[in-house]
């Protein structure tokens, strides 16, 4: 195992209003469909997980058993919804309702195949709307009053413009070390050269 470390910042953004939403444009044609995951499947979020987060070090998830999966996707105020590009699974966006009318953005992001083509500000447009909508939705839960999320300096080199770009606004930075971990993927040769 290696030594070495890493510096990583952690950007933590909110909206506070659904007026704070500022939707993208979503993809020309109509191949780009956006349908929540009703069925808890441990199996198809951790696929979705390591897809996306594969080549930007998404780790935390990675040792879980079916069991953790499955407790998680059943928590009460816990969506997934899934940006298909004609068929095919191009990237998601997890929420989950907290105390006191807060929702976070859990995970977000694209598979990389997908990346630049327009998907990515529509889904995340999307998974913001359905946040303000969230947390009234279900027994026992004030209407939603904050939308929030982190994002690091390991995620896409685009994550926090499209997240500036949707209306939030940073609330907290913070900058420690961590142990460097290698991407766990994709593999190797999945991208051409540039």
């Known amino acids: 195992m290696s030594s070495n470390v890493v510096t990583v910042t952690t ?6 209003s659904p007026s704070d939403l500022r939707p993208a444009t979503p993809p020309v044609g109509d191949g780009v469909r956006i349908v929540r995951a009703e069925v808890p499947s441990p199996e198809f979020s951790r696929f979705l997980y390591a897809s996306v987060g594969g080549d930007i070090k998404w780790i935390d998830r990675l040792g879980w058993s079916y069991a953790q999966w499955q407790e998680q996707l059943e928590r009460p105020g816990t969506e997934t ?16 309702a907290q105390d006191d009318g807060a929702v976070e953005i859990v995970y977000f992001g694209l598979v990389p ?8 500000g529509h889904l995340l447009s999307y998974g913001i709307a359905r946040a303000w909508d969230l947390a ?3 027994p ?5 009053k904050r939308v929030w999320l982190h994002t690091c300096s390991l995620d896409g080199e685009h994550a926090m413009a499209n997240y500036q770009r949707r209306g ?7 900058t420690g070390e961590e142990p460097e971990v ?9 991208f051409p050269s540039a």
């Open 168 to 174: 939030f606004r940073l609330f907290r930075t913070e």
């Open 182 to 190: 290698a991407a766990p993927g994709p593999w190797p040769g999945a």
């Open 136 to 138: 009234g939705r279900w």
């Open 113 to 120: 195949a997908f990346r630049g083509r327009r998907i990515g």
């Open 81 to 96: 919804w899934v940006a298909y590009d004609r068929g095919t699974p191009a990237g998601y966006v997890e929420l989950a």
């Open 11 to 16: 950007w933590s953004l909110e909206q506070t």
């Open 140 to 144: 026992e839960r004030t209407p939603t």
